[in-house]
């Protein structure tokens, strides 16, 4: 099935000018790369811009109204998860990634990088909008911490997610390869019977439509096979997105190159 027209496009009501967000990510040098004081400039500016529309960005669903807005976000198969509890496991392709997909629904848990949970000025802003685990990458005692609270955070909700970038870094998925993924999310669904749901994100733009495809929950519980088939429905997805076909993600250098060579 291809997904030209059906996809919602939120937020038309409100008139937001983009060019501020845009000057920030042009001084930034993209969105792939941010330092959390960089992070904190976004979340300022974004707060800021929902309090201009006569939104509250303390409440996440008026949060995202905005962020919606701001980067163009066009949404397909949403809203069969807004009821119930899952495990989403989108690529990862910038650093807005996690900022959207945890305002996307409410009751959600993000699994970032520990940057993001230790510096209070950031977390100060996040900690109002969604829930947030630190994660040290290849630090098996760190991992299996994020993954019990993972489990709590859906075992106390009846409606709510977790999101977790299995490729546990920003990469394209054509340097992606099965074995650079994360399989712990496989604990999280056979603890908690949350559903295992890929989700394709393109690259945030505030200059052309940021797609967003939500595909069906994943059978594969098999760790050996788990990496392969993740990668396989990514794929899929993407290859729905067309009129245009998905954008090309644009990458710094340290982004570029094969995940299992950047040793963390």
């Not at 990510?25 to 976004?42: K, L, M, N, R, W």
């Not at 250098?253 to 040793?263: N, Q, V, Y």
Request: include cysteine.
């Amino acid at each position: 099935m291809e997904i030209k027209k059906r996809f919602v496009r939120m937020s038309e009501e409100y008139n937001i000018d983009r060019s501020r967000m845009k000057a920030l990510i042009e001084e930034f040098g993209g969105v792939d790369s941010y330092t959390t004081t960089q992070a904190v400039s976004i979340f300022e500016l974004l707060f800021k811009m929902t309090r201009e529309v006569g939104l509250d960005p303390e409440k996440s669903n008026e949060f995202f109204e905005v962020v919606s807005k701001v980067y163009n976000l066009e949404i397909h198969n949403l809203e069969k998860y807004k009821k119930g509890k899952y495990v989403f496991v989108p690529n990862h392709i910038s650093e807005f990634d996690g900022l959207i997909l945890g305002t996307i629904l409410a009751n959600m848990m993000v699994v970032a990088k520990t940057d993001w949970v230790s510096n209070p000025d950031l977390n100060a802003y996040i900690e109002k909008l969604f829930s947030i685990v630190g994660l040290h990458r290849r630090d098996t005692t760190s991992g299996l911490e994020v993954l019990r609270k993972c489990a709590e955070h859906l075992e106390k909700n009846e409606n709510g997610g977790v999101t977790v970038f299995v490729q546990q870094t920003i990469a394209a998925l054509d340097i992606t390869t099965p074995e650079d993924i994360a399989v712990g999310v496989i604990f999280i669904a056979q603890k908690t019977a949350a559903p295992i749901v890929p989700v394709y994100i393109e690259q945030a733009s505030v200059g052309q439509p940021t797609r967003i495809i939500f595909g069906e929950p994943m059978e594969c519980m098999n760790k050996r096979k788990f990496g392969e088939e993740w990668l396989k429905n990514e794929l899929e997805l993407r290859a729905k997105i067309t009129s245009p076909a998905a954008r090309v993600p644009v990458l710094c250098e340290k982004h570029r190159k094969p995940i299992k060579e950047r040793g963390f």
